[in-house]
């Protein structure tokens, strides 16, 4: 079978950012590692960025490594690893692909580290998919804007410590995420063909997006596209109108942050509209987590724009009650029954409180503490957080 370039190159890109959206590390970074797997000790990211411009490897050997690499590390399975074969001129992968996949999926390469993970998360935003419980409406709603083009923009509403941010997390990352890193029957088929999608997470927190020359370099560098420099918002915009292959989100967080800063003007937001609507044709969506609805936030701000009125909130309030108790029962060390119906009433359902009772609750039976003093501590525990979720709807 003869190569073909250009689909060869789609392959290997999807792969490439497959791995990232599951490792969390740098474009750059990952094509460092396989290349460095494949025996090039120098040049080696260079190499892997030759290949995704459609230069096939001449040599079969090698595009058969380059190919366990992207399998072992989660960014093909077994069809887009025959496609990935085929396209780069392999004409009997059949043998390579019963031996990678042999027990329904590769085995993770030695360099992807497994970690144990906390069964309760308390103090940080929830970014993996395992530690994640519940929202199952409100991904569905989600997840059905954007399995057809043009894609839905969604505004994620809520009070602090809502688990907007998490939200965000989840919804980029549990599609590319393998069964064996998630919770059992933790569904991860939200999205037909998931492995075409790209997604970009931008937190305003972050001070490296204070300026907009910044915050536009990295969305075009992470979608592959070369900027001009100055990178100003009309070469921004036109770079994006020519090279948007694959449906792409971008999830913009604490949109509070960057109403606050003079670089995130109108003229900024009416091209993130030009971009959301007809620029992009479609192939482009935002999603946004704020405090309120985005125009009264931006108002309150001086910074009202069209831009904001293309988004459909979803509101964030207490997990149900079925969700809230599938979060109880992943303690390692059961609780009983009066505990749990204890967690849930004070917790009130909203996850933050939840996941705070029952790492108080889990770490008294762990020290093998009697007595109800947990109770004490937990309610002096969540009571930093109850403020900020006090008067929030109960959905």
Known sequence: ?????????????????????????????????????????????????????????????????????????????????????????????????????????????????????????????ITEPAQFFGRERECGRIFAWWRHSPLHNVAIIGPRRSGRTSLLHYLRTINATPTHHLRPNQRRDWLPDATRYRWIYIDFFDPRWNRRNNLLRYLLAELDLPAHEPCTLESFTERMSNGLPAPTIIMLDELGAALELADYDGDFWRSMRALATSVTRGMLAFAIAALDDLQTLAAGFGKTSPFFNLFTSVRLGPLT??????????SPRPFAPDDSEWILAHSQGWPILLQQLCQTRLAALEEEVSGDGWKADGLAQIGRYRYLLDGAPKM
């Open 1 to 125: 079978m003869a190569p073909s370039p250009d689909q060869f190159a789609y392959w290997l890109t999807q792969a490439i950012h497959l791995i990232k959206a599951k490792e969390r590390k740098k474009i750059e970074t990952i094509q460092d590692e396989i290349a460095h797997a494949l025996g090039r000790e120098t040049g080696g990211a260079a190499t892997i960025g030759y290949w995704r411009k459609g230069n096939v490897p001449a040599d079969t050997r090698l595009l058969e490594q380059l190919a366990a690499q992207l399998a072992q590390r989660g960014g093909l399975n077994r069809r887009t690893c025959e496609q990935f074969l085929r396209t780069g001129g392999h004409t009997r992968p059949e043998q390579l692909l019963e031996t990678l996949f042999q027990s329904n999926g590769p085995q993770p390469l030695p360099l992807v580290a497994t970690r144990a993970l906390a069964p309760f998360v308390a103090h940080h935003p």
């Open 321 to 330: 009650s079925e969700e809230a108790r599938a979060l109880i029962a992943v």
